[in-house]
């Protein structure tokens, strides 16, 4: 049974930092594309990081570059997301994706950036 859960998330004020994990299960984590994905109220669902399976390479959205920074662990079948100088604008749930082979999403965990 493949599992999905994402940890991490919370109130933060603006310039605050979090980091949130995302630990698999019931799948070859070390083989999958993982990623991260954030979504507002009243707006699409986007990419926000992304971590390759075997040269780890990294790609992040332009929005959190400098700021948002993608891990793995293949040990511990668990993927990060370290986020920086917070902006109220990051506040959206943050959902964790297994997207290559197969496709697999997690539940989400809320960020909430207020002062």
């Known amino acids: 049974q493949v599992q999905i859960v994402e940890s991490g998330g919370g109130l933060v004020q603006p310039g605050g930092s979090l980091r949130l994990s995302c630990v698999a299960s019931?799948?070859?984590?070390?083989?999958?594309?993982m990623s991260w994905y954030r979504q507002a109220p009243g707006k699409e669902r986007e990419l926000v990081a992304r971590?390759?399976?075997?040269?780890?390479?990294?790609t992040v959205a332009d929005s959190v570059k400098g700021r948002f920074i993608i891990s793995r662990d293949n040990a511990k079948n668990t993927v990060y997301l370290q986020m920086n100088s917070l902006k109220p604008e990051d506040t959206a749930m943050y959902y964790c994706?297994?997207?290559?082979?197969?496709?697999?999403w997690g539940q989400g965990t809320q960020v909430t950036v207020s002062s």
């Open positions: 019931g799948f070859t984590f070390r083989l999958y594309t």
């Open positions: 971590v390759s399976s075997l040269s780890g390479s990294t």
């Open positions: 994706r297994a997207e290559r082979p197969k496709n697999y």
